[in-house]
Each structure stands twice: as structure tokens, then as C-alpha cells.
């Protein structure tokens, strides 16, 4: 059974940084995609970050672009999202997805961790 745990997050202001986690546990993780979504309220959840298990590619959407980085901690199973330059707009529940690359985002997600930014 595939398992994710988030960690990171937390509370800072506008300008400053966090880093997220993303720990998978249960499978080989060759071949697959790792990244977040965000979900603020009254919003849809949205496409933030992917990495390729290979860690040769990745993608961000172009809110994050030049301020997040997604990366891999391979030996550990573990993604991590280093987020600079944080805004307000960033403020959202961030959840981690694990999926084949053919079929991703996946069926597999992490529980969620709140980032907030405050102006």
C-alpha cells in the first residue's frame, strides 16, 4: 500500500521561505511522478510542481515559476518543494500526488499541509 506524509509548512511573511516534504513508502518509485497541488478556499485545487522520479524533468506552473523549486531526496524516497518568495496568494492547503508518469497526477495523495502567508 502506497503511503505519503506530508510535512513542512507553516506560518511566515510575505518574502520569506518554507519547505515542504513528501516522504512515499510501499513501492518502487522508477517510473513515476511526484508533485503538489494547492487548494485555497472557495478555490479550485491547482497545479503547483512535478518532478520525474528521474529527476529529469520538471514542471511548474507559472504562478511558482523562478520562486518554488521541487527536487528529490532519492535514497529517502522523499520530493521536497523549497518555496522563496512567498505571497499571500500562496496561502493554501498544499498536498503531495504520486502517479505513473503515462497517468499523472495520481491516485495517491498526502494528507495535506496549510502554508500561510501573511502580508
Known amino acids: 500500500q502506497v503511503q505519503l506524509v506530508e510535512s513542512g509548512g507553516g506560518l511566515v511573511q510575505a518574502g520569506g521561505s518554507l519547505r515542504l516534504y513528501c516522504a512515499a513508502s510501499?513501492?518502487?518509485?522508477?517510473?513515476?511522478?511526484m508533485g503538489w497541488f494547492r487548494q485555497s478556499p472557495g478555490k479550485e485545487r491547482e497545479f503547483v510542481a512535478s518532478?520525474?522520479?528521474?529527476?529529469?524533468?520538471?514542471n511548474y506552473a507559472d504562478s511558482v515559476k523562478d520562486r518554488f523549486t521541487i527536487g528529490l531526496h532519492n535514497a529517502k524516497n522523499t520530493a521536497y518543494l523549497q518555496m522563496n518568495s512567498l505571497k499571500p496568494e500562496d496561502t493554501a492547503v498544499y498536498y503531495c500526488?504520486?502517479?505513473?508518469?503515462?497517468?499523472?497526477?495520481?491516485?495517491?495523495w498526502g494528507q495535506g499541509t496549510q502554508v500561510t502567508v501573511e502580508s
Open positions: 500526488n504520486l502517479g505513473p508518469t503515462a497517468f499523472w497526477p495520481g491516485n495517491y
Open positions: 510501499g513501492r518502487s518509485l522508477a517510473g513515476y511522478v
Open positions: 518532478i520525474a522520479w528521474s529527476g529529469l524533468t520538471t
